[in-house]
C-alpha cells in the first residue's frame, strides 16, 4: 500500500545545531516533493520544492536532498533557532501532479 | 494583500446536524483546494476548484459532504448530516494556476468537533 512516512513525530535539538528531518515514501513515484511548515493554529507554509531530478535543494538556512532510489528526501534546517520550532510536513504529488499527498509531519522543538 | 480567509475559526455541532464552512482564496485565484486532518492523522486533499467547476473532487469522503464555489470566487463545504468521524481540521488553499509547480497558499483553518 502506499505511504508515506517522517522520521518521528517530535524531535527535539539545542540551538545552533543542524536540525535532519526525514520523509520516506512507499509505492509512489513522485516527480515532486515539497516541504511545509506548520505553526499551531494555522495552516501549512510552502517552504521548497524539489524535483526528481534534482539532488539538492538550497534557500538560506534550509536545505533538502531527494533521493528517488532509496525513495527518501532530507530536510536540513543549519544553524537552529527557536523560531523554528514547528511541525513540517513533506507532501509529494498525486495523480497525475493535481494534488499532494501529505505526510504525518515531525513536530521539530529548538531549545535556547 | 490578503490571504486565504477561513470561517468559523471553530465549530462544535451535535452529531446530525449541519455545518458550513466558508473559504475566501486570495483573490485572482482560479484554484481552490478543501483539505481536512482528523485527530492523528495527515492533512488529506479532498476537492480541487478550478473557478466555479471541480476539477477534482476524488477525495471528497462520501456523499455527506457538498462543496460549492459558486461565482467562481469564495467557497463552502456543507456536512449534511454531521457525524462524530467528521471531526478534524479542515484548511482551504488557493493557488494563481494548477499544477504541482504553482504554490498553494494556505487559511488557517477551521476546527470541527461533532459531539
Known amino acids: 500500500s502506499q505511504k508515506i512516512e517522517q522520521n518521528s513525530e517530535a524531535l527535539n535539538i539545542q540551538e545552533g545545531k543542524t536540525a535532519t528531518l526525514t520523509c520516506n515514501y512507499t509505492n509512489y513515484s513522485p516527480a515532486y516533493l515539497q516541504w511545509y511548515r506548520q505553526d499551531p493554529g494555522r495552516g501549512p507554509v510552502f517552504l521548497l520544492l524539489i524535483r526528481e531530478n534534482e539532488k539538492e535543494k538550497r534557500k538560506e538556512r534550509l536545505k533538502v536532498t531527494f533521493d528517488t532510489t532509496l525513495k527518501q528526501s532530507l530536510f536540513h534546517i543549519t544553524a537552529s533557532q527557536p523560531a523554528d520550532s514547528a511541525t513540517y510536513l513533506c507532501a509529494l504529488d498525486s495523480n497525475y501532479g493535481q494534488n499532494f499527498v501529505f505526510g504525518p509531519g515531525t513536530r521539530l522543538s529548538v531549545l535556547p | 494583500e490578503a490571504g486565504v480567509t477561513q470561517f468559523p475559526s471553530h465549530s462544535v455541532i451535535e452529531k446530525g446536524q449541519t455545518v458550513t464552512l466558508r473559504c475566501d482564496p486570495i483573490s485572482g485565484h482560479d484554484n481552490l483546494y478543501w483539505y481536512r486532518r482528523v485527530m492523528g492523522k495527515e492533512i488529506k486533499f479532498l476537492l480541487h476548484?478550478?473557478?466555479?467547476?471541480?476539477?477534482?473532487e476524488s477525495g471528497m469522503p462520501n456523499n455527506r459532504f457538498l462543496a460549492e464555489r459558486t461565482g467562481g470566487t469564495y467557497s463552502t463545504l456543507k456536512v449534511q448530516p454531521a457525524e462524530l468521524e467528521d471531526s478534524g481540521v479542515y484548511f482551504c488553499?488557493?493557488?494563481?494556476?494548477?499544477?504541482?509547480?504553482?504554490?498553494?497558499?494556505f487559511g488557517p483553518g477551521t476546527r470541527l468537533l461533532v459531539l
Open positions: 488553499a488557493s493557488s494563481y494556476r494548477q499544477g504541482v509547480l504553482e504554490t498553494q497558499y
Open positions: 476548484f478550478v473557478k466555479e467547476s471541480k476539477q477534482d
